[in-house]
């Protein structure tokens, strides 16, 4: 059994579009990012890092104790090789799909965050931030558009975890100042991998969770200053 630490954001989406399409069993807990859960000792403990997702895996491969992991780049890698699904054993197959696993834990993920940030949270409007941020995802959606033009998926002919990892991140990409119809290859593959099942039922994990605290709570503001500062 796999325990899942979520929320409903782009990288808690990549765990349970991979789970879905793994067909393994699954728990979730809900890690309120926007009432500090994330900052529980007992979170904590296996997310130093003080950010979600997580799992812990209660029946790893070599058969011992059960096993931790952080990281969604991290947990889709550990995940991929136990079922051996998603991850190419051929080395140069498999080296191309950690090459774009990683373009989107070090590049699309932290750039498309920031212009969300920019453009959504950023208690003042700052013209520089939102344009530096919104042109970089800009470039990056530019960079799958041409990979996309000339493959199926990102990592080739098949349905990597490359692709899981960057599919819910397009997902808002009107929210990062996007327009899909710029990117004709991305949009093809947004909406192949889109009408996936596994790709639905991931998505809609928490869906219906009250989620408006995470915007307008101050109480939650408050305790996320208080850890950010200590
Ligand atoms: N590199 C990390 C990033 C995880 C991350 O940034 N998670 C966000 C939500 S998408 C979070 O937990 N934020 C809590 C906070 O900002 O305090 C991963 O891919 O797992």
Redesign the pocket.
């Known amino acids: 059994m796999i325990d899942l630490f979520f929320?409903p954001?782009?990288?808690?989406f990549?765990i349970t579009v991979m789970l879905e399409e793994l067909g393994v069993p699954y728990r979730v807990h809900a890690?309120n990012?926007a009432k500090?859960d994330?900052?529980r000792p007992d979170f904590l403990a296996i997310a130093p890092?003080?950010?979600?997702?997580?799992i812990i895996e209660s029946e790893p491969v070599d058969g011992g104790a059960p096993v931790s992991v952080?990281?969604?780049?991290?947990?889709l890698m550990y995940l991929a090789e136990k079922h051996g699904r998603f991850l190419p054993t051929e080395p140069r197959a498999r080296l191309t799909t950690l090459e774009w696993l990683f373009w989107q834990?070090g590049g699309l993920?932290?750039m498309a965050?920031q212009a969300h940030h920019f453009r959504h949270f950023a208690p003042e409007t700052i013209p520089y931030g939102v344009d530096r941020y919104t042109q970089e995802v800009a470039r990056l959606y530019g960079v799958m558009n041409r990979r996309l033009e000339r493959l199926p998926f990102l990592a080739g002919e098949d349905y990597t975890i490359a692709d899981i990892a960057c599919w819910p991140w397009v997902v808002p990409h009107e929210r990062q100042g996007q327009s899909l119809d710029d990117y004709p290859h991305l949009k093809r593959w947004f909406e192949t991998i889109g009408a996936r099942p596994a790709v639905q039922a991931g998505r809609a994990v928490g869906r219906d969770w009250d989620k408006d605290s995470m915007i307008t709570s101050e109480e939650a503001e408050a305790i996320?200053r208080a850890?950010?500062a200590a």
């Open positions: 929320w954001t782009p990288n808690g990549k890690i990012i500090g994330q900052f890092n003080n950010r979600m997702p997580a952080f990281e969604s780049g991290a947990i834990m993920g932290p965050g996320l850890h950010r």
